[in-house]
Every structure is written in C-alpha cells, then in structure tokens.
C-alpha cells in the first residue's frame, strides 16, 4: 500500500515553485561546427562550444520542423554540459536532422543551430573497434578527485536511531556507511537535511518565547566528527513552533517546508547554531564548514511560500552565519534541477548578500556548467557544489540497483571534474526513509551501500575512481563512439599507469544493455616498459554469482535471495560483493578488451614483481 507522503511526493514533485521572474538571459549564439556522425546503434553528436552557456539542449526529428528535445528518459535535466553526445534512441536505419541550442539557464534555450543529417547503423553482427591511446610518458597534470568532497545522507539525526530497518539497526549501521565513505573513498564531508526538524528539538516556544536546545545536535556532529567527517549544515527544515504553517509537510517523517511566522525569531535562530558550533567545535575548525541555505525550494513540495520569501530566507540566514563570522561560508540556493542559480546571484548582486558558494543538484545527466551563471553576476570566485546528483531523482527505481547506474556515476565524475569543486553522490546508504524505510534488500533504493552494507555498483564505481593515480595523464579516442560512447580517464602515480575506461549511454531505456552497442577496446599505452605488467578489474552486468563483477542485483538473484537475506545469504553476499582483478594479456604497447554497454574496466600497469 502506498505511503500518504509518497503519493503525496508523486503528485508534487514536478510541480516547480514560483517562477515569475524579471531576468533576462542573454540571447546566445547557436552552436557552430554542429556534426552528426553514425555508428552501430548511436549517433554522435559535435559541436563547439558558446561562451555564456552553462549547457546545450540536443534536438532531433525526421525533418526540420519537427524538431524536439533528444530524451534519453532521465526524468530529469535533459541539457549536456559539454560535446559531444551520444544519441541511442533512434532507430538505427532511419535518418534524423540533429540541431544544437545553446542554453543559458537551465529553464530556457537559445535559437537551435543549421540542422545536420546522421542515421545509426543497423548491426551487422561484427563489434566495432575504438582506439584508445594514453601518453604515459606525458608530465601530466594533477587529477581532480571531485567524489571526495562530499556524499549526501539520509538526516543525520538517523545515527542515533535505536529501531531495525531490514533487521539491522539503523544508527549503528549508517555510521558504518559513513565511515566507509571516509575509509575507503577519502570522503571529508557529509550534507544531509532536517538539522532543525523537530526530531532534534533544537527550537520550541514556551509561553511565547523561544527555548533553545542543542544537546542532540552535539550528540549527531560528535559522531560524525568522530568518524572523521565534517557536516555540510543544510539550514532546515521549519522548526513546528516556530513555523508559519505547519501542517504544510514532506516526507514520511513530516518535515515542515513553510516560511517561519517571524523572521527575526529565525534568523536568531540560525545565529545561535552557529554560534554554538564555533563555541563547542572551534572556529578554526567551523571555518572549513559549509552553510546552506534550505533545500530545493523551487519545488512546491520542498517551500510552500513564494520565490520572493526563500529569497528573503536567503539575506536573513546568510546575515545571521556571517554575524557570527564573516569568514564562514554560506550559500544556495541548493535547488533542484539546477534552478534559480541565476535568481540568487541576480538577487544577491543586487542587495548585497553574500554567496560563498553556489549549490544545486541534478539528475541523469552530467552537471551543467554553471560557472557561466556565476561570471554573469559577478560571483565569478564563487566555489560550486553539487549537493545532490545521482542516475534518477526517483525512489525505488531498480535503475539504483543497476551496473548501469554505477557507470553513469564515471562518466558525470569525469564530465565535472575541474570545473566543480563537489559532486555529492545522492546518498551513502539505503538507511533512507524519505518515503518510508526500505522494503527489502534490493528495491531501487538511492543508497550507494544496502542495508546490511554491501556494496552496491555505485559505491564499486567510486572505488575504481579512488584507484586512479594522481596525476591525470593525455587520452586520445578513436573509432565508433570513441570520445562519447567509450570513454577513458587516465592516470598515473609513482610506477603505476591507472586508466579507468567505460562504455555509457545517457539513454535510461537501455539500462539493461544493447548488444548493438558493445565496443572492442583497444587501449594503447607506447613508452612503458615492456616488462611491466597489466591487471584488470571490471564492473560489468553478471550471470553468476561467482563472477565477481560487483553486480550485486546479479548475485541477490542468483542466490534466490527474497525480500531480505537469511543469515547465510547475507554471509555468501557479503564475500560476492567484491570486484575481482584478474592479469590481462599485453601485446607489446596495446591490450585488447570487450566492454559491453554498461561497463566499465580498471586497467592497472605496474612493474612485475
């Protein structure tokens, strides 16, 4: 039976906030150079890139009338940062116009640029070939490891919960996904919603006048702090007394999203926190935290006031962090779908409110590249951070479960890397009970870990990308879908080459492959001494539950797991769950691999021992 508060989420979660506006966007160029090239089962589209874009909107039809949005079904963001993109949707054989818009916000587009013409090819039963060439002679340069920054989490206040979800408990076992994120992936920090819900008491109204207590807060960043790790402090949700409305709720555990009945009374708020926080921790140690403001406002579901509240929010919350320091960093406006970024900047620019950083999130696509947003108002020093980012902005979608979803997290990494300063994977563990806790082990769950802590695809796709060296190094790609469909990211450190390659498409109806789409790899790396030798560690779709190919929905089904393991299912899973690095053959400078769509292999080159 479905929850009130999901069908409640069902209902309101598309259903954006106020967007009434008086920005005007600037009228940006098309694309030029636009090129649509066919291969086996995709076309891949070109173009160059327009200054002033945080992103491009890919077009298609059979004729230049009926051009539309290219959706490759993320329910999401259809916009791409960045050329080129990998069209798999079409039906191979049959010829598309293809144009490129520029767009200049995430809620508009420009003028599409001269359509051009591809088809994809029908397979023909041979695999076509890509060439990867590596210098791994090159000096290099330092390689952005984006996924450390930041991971999100089901609220905090969850590790101090006694109670069982899947047989476990819940405190206990969420602390021990978060000290594997720190252990395992070097994560520094964790954001997470609702430090002012009610289940903290941080804020009650005794006879009309406000009591503060912030004993359970100390007890949830002792603990994390413990670990390791330092909060992100997202500043929400609505305290009950304090709020202006509080029966306007989300999720099952009833978070308040209305404005607060006094402005002042919040903003006191806030400052005492913080003040609390630089008194209990130290402001040497504050200082390297991040203050947010609310979460994803422009959605009904997450703000029941108007744009022009939050925006007041905004001023009186970052006043009241600054007031305790002006070094602290506070920012927004931690939106959805990569919203009212420019709404904040323009509003900021213009009262002069201080923004630190920008935050927002996206889905099923890359991140947009909204340092243009930022060079637009003069918040060009600005840092970015992605809060939340995941394959699917939806619960209990099996595509979480999925190696698909574990390559999708490769290539977002790689596409941001330099140009964010965090892309926090939506969340570490599926203790997550937004819309109510987990219903069994493997139900679509946003947990990069399940309950019981296996590791699912995604938090194996970190763990490749934590393997890569420290310097990145020069890649070149050749052949059918080489540089969209196959990609590679290269690396080295000390007396070891990492290239880490992967074969994705963006299109979500073929999260459970396409034969037509298998690529031979091969992967050249010329200087290396030929002594050296060549290991490979794959994460790829599994038929057995032997093959250690870290496809947990694989090995549950193969062991004919039911809702949740018996105990010696969840022992036979916990030794399963582990990716398996196997020696490859090298032929003199190059090594010849399949990679089926979705996967994605490690390929390591270290001295012989």
């Known amino acids: 039976m479905q929850s009130d508060a999901k069908t409640d989420w069902d209902e309101r979660i598309s259903v954006r906030s106020d967007e009434t506006r008086e920005l005007r966007f600037p009228d940006l160029d098309p694309p030029a150079e636009v090129t649509a090239v066919g291969g086996v089962g995709q076309v891949t589209i070109d173009w160059t890139p327009v200054r002033g874009a945080v992103g491009y909107l890919i077009l298609r039809g059979t004729d ?42 995430v809620t508009t587009h420009g003028r ?69 994120m720190h252990d395992e992936i070097g994560v520094r920090t964790v954001r997470a919603h609702a430090i002012f ?41 609505m305290p009950r007394d304090l709020a202006s409305d509080p029966k306007k709720t989300v999720f099952e555990y009833g978070a308040i999203i209305s404005p607060p009945h006094s402005w002042d009374r919040w903003g006191e708020l806030v400052h005492r926190l913080v003040s609390h926080l630089v008194d209990r921790y130290g402001l040497d140690e504050v200082l390297d935290w991040d203050f947010e403001v609310w979460n994803e406002a422009n959605l009904e579901v997450f703000w029941s006031g108007t744009k022009a509240e ?53 889905y099923g696509s890359p991140p947009l590249d909204v340092q243009a947003s930022l060079d637009r108002y003069g918040f060009s020093d600005a840092r ?16 979480n479960d999925s190696v ?80 969209s469909l196959i990609e590679a990211w290269a690396s080295r450190d000390r007396d070891r080459i990492a290239v880490l390659l992967w074969n994705l498409t963006l299109d979500q109806t073929k999260a459970d492959g396409s034969a037509d789409l298998t690529r031979t790899v ?42 949740w393991p018996t105990e010696e299912q969840w022992v036979e899973l916990a ?5 398996r690095t196997e020696p490859l053959a090298r032929d003199g400078d190059e090594v010849t691999l399949t990679l089926t769509m979705p996967s994605a292999v490690l390929i390591e080159v270290r001295p012989a021992h």
């Open 575 to 579: 030794g399963l769950s582990k990716l």
């Open 404 to 483: 698909f979803s574990g390559v999708f997290l490769l290539r977002g990494m790689r596409s941001a890397a330099g140009r964010v300063d965090a892309l926090a994977y939506w969340v570490a563990s599926d203790h997550f009970e937004e819309l109510g806790r987990p219903p069994r082990l493997l139900h679509g769950g946003f947990g990069l870990q399940t309950v019981g802590g296996l590791p699912k695809p995604r938090f194996h796709a970190l763990s490749l990308l934590n393997r890569l060296g420290s310097d990145e190094l020069p890649v070149s790609i050749e052949g059918d879908g080489g540089g």
């Open 522 to 563: 091969k992967l050249a790396l010329p200087g290396l001494d030929p002594s050296w030798q060549v290991t490979a560690t794959s994460l790829t779709p599994g038929l057995r539950a032997d093959e250690g190919s870290g496809d947990l929905a694989a090995e549950a089904a193969a062991l004919e797991v039911g809702d």
């Open 310 to 362: 939050w925006m007041r929010l905004y001023d009186v919350t970052a006043a009241a962090v600054k007031a305790v320091d002006h070094r602290l960093a506070v920012g927004g406006p931690s939106s959805a779908a990569a919203g009212w970024v420019d709404d904040l900047l323009a509003h900021a620019a213009a009262v002069g409110s201080p923004v630190d950083f920008v935050s927002t999130h996206t």
């Open 64 to 105: 230049d009338a009926s051009l539309e949005p290219v959706d490759h079904h993320s329910g999401d963001v259809l916009s791409v940062p960045a050329p080129p993109y990998v069209d798999t949707t079409g039906t191979p054989g049959t010829e598309y116009r293809y144009a490129v818009a520029s767009v200049p916000e």
């Open 384 to 399: 970015i951070l992605w809060t939340e980012w995941g394959v699917t902005p939806t619960h209990f979608n099996p595509i």
């Open 197 to 237: 819900h009610d289940d903290t008491r941080v804020y009650t109204e005794r006879d009309g006048e406000p009591v503060y207590d912030f004993t359970v807060v100390d007890a949830i960043y002792d603990k994390l702090l413990g670990i390791g790790l330092r909060p992100v402090v997202e500043l929400g949700f």
């Open 112 to 180: 599409p640029s001269a359509s051009v013409a591809a088809k994809a090819l029908v397979a023909d039963g041979k695999v076509p070939d890509v060439r990867v060439l590596v210098d791994a002679v090159a000096d290099g340069t330092e390689l952005h490891r984006l996924w450390a920054p930041m991971i999100g989490s089901e609220r905090l206040s969850q590790l101090l919960c006694k109670e069982l979800s899947g047989g476990r408990e819940i405190g206990v076992e969420l602390e021990q996904a978060l000290r594997r």
